[in-house]
């Protein structure tokens, strides 16, 4: 019974999951095949732009692809009274479930490598390779007049930020208490400021050249001052990231997801779409599970025998799922429903209809085979 059910669900799964791939795949290459057109670029590009989109592409389509076929195959079976069939030999609704209940959990663990892993990365390679068709460089990363405060509590300001080669210019930071800087026996808890003219990113921090630390006094005045020609200032790359850009939510995992809400909490940033996007990481890999226990459970207690039902009954679905995800995001950007919430909130939903309904299979279950016996007797 189990790799009966299980052949079947895979077996168009799937299918599901190409047809869906290469539909997406196909409305993408409309949609850049002018921009390609009008650059004179190869067909090699438009190859490797949708190869970069495919690992998307195949984590948004796992979950769907899964609630059509199971659906789908649930409809011929009751219709073809393999359901009944198995019941009639021992199985409970609830055990009859179990196997695509199992595919459903493989599906998210499958779903949540490749949200955290691969379409980050795929992401990023694509806006690169988009910018290098439209702008001729590998991304406008020139920034100017950039102020942001880091977890220390040093107040920081960059005149200028040139991404292409991470060179900083006209750079300030203050801290009231005091920078506490490798090589400069200073008196701590007074008022610092350090100027650059120039300075670079690196590894190990920002390389500043030709610049000045000023101490102050209690009453504001200038205590102490003395230059250098190259100092190295430890910033978080968190902070870097918050204060320059460099990468979208979409190009993060979970776990850099999770460091730039920290250091957005701690800097005194809104954190709220940095906390969504890290919340979305688990939640919308966790819906493959959550569409399969509830359309399981709808399917064996709603009984129908159309696949035509079963499509719409995907669909309408899914399009709850989604339309309760994008009222969630919209509100936790304004600050009206918490990240955390939000997030999670179309799982919540969803998989608690399912659990409900997957509780009433067997009291239904058996109900219907008494009547469809009792029904037989006395034909």
């Known amino acids: 019974m189990k790799r009966y059910i299980s052949r079947q669900i895979v077996g168009l799964f799937l299918v599901s999951l190409i047809g869906l791939v290469i539909f997406t795949s ?33 984590a948004f389509a796992l979950p769907i692809g899964l609630v059509v076929s199971t659906f789908i195959i649930l409809a011929r079976m009751i219709n073809d009274k393999e359901i009944l069939a198995f019941q009639l030999g021992g199985f409970s609704l609830k055990r009859i479930s179990f196997p695509i209940i199992l595919i459903g959990i493989l599906v998210s663990f499958a779903a949540f490598g490749l949200n ?5 990365w795929a992401n990023l390679e694509y806006r690169k390779e988009i910018y290098r068709i439209t702008k001729a460089s590998p991304l406008p ?91 190295t200032v430890q910033v978080d790359s968190a902070v ?68 035509a039902v079963g499509i719409l009954l995907a669909l309408l679905s899914v399009g709850g799922y989604q339309g309760v995800l994008l009222w969630a995001k919209s509100s936790a950007r304004q600050g009206a429903l918490q990240p955390t919430l939000g997030a999670w909130l179309p799982d919540i939903i969803f998989g608690s209809l399912g659990l409900v309904l997957f509780l009433l299979l067997d009291r239904t279950g058996s109900i219907s085979i008494k009547s469809r016996l009792s029904s037989r007797s006395r034909d």
């Not at 955290?116 to 980050?120: T, Y």
């Open 26 to 58: 196909l409305t993408l290459a409309v949609q850049i095949s002018d921009l390609i057109l009008t650059r004179s670029e190869s067909f090699g590009t438009v190859f490797r732009l949708l190869a970069l989109k495919v690992p998307a592409f195949l």
């Open 116 to 120: 955290n892993f691969l379409v980050p």
């Open 141 to 231: 990363r020139i920034q100017s007049d950039l102020f942001f405060k880091d977890p220390n509590g040093r107040m920081i300001y960059v005149g200028k930020y040139e991404g292409g080669e991470n060179r900083i210019e006209d750079v300030l930071i203050f801290n009231s208490e005091g920078l506490d800087l490798p090589g400069f026996d200073t008196p701590g808890n007074f008022p610092e400021l350090l100027s650059s003219q120039s300075g670079a990113l690196s590894e190990d921090g920002w390389v500043l050249q030709g610049g000045q630390l000023v101490g102050l006094g209690r009453s504001g005045e200038v205590s102490y001052s003395m230059k250098f020609d190259r100092l």
């Open 240 to 307: 870097e990231n918050l204060a320059f850009g460099s990468r979208k939510t979409n190009e993060m995992g979970a776990r850099e997801l999770l460091k730039n809400a920290n250091a957005a909490t701690r800097a005194g940033k809104a954190a709220a779409k940095l906390k969504f996007a890290f919340h979305s990481r688990f939640s919308q890999s966790l819906a493959a599970l959550v569409f399969v226990l509830f359309s399981v459970s709808l399917s064996l207690l709603l009984r129908h025998r159309s696949k």
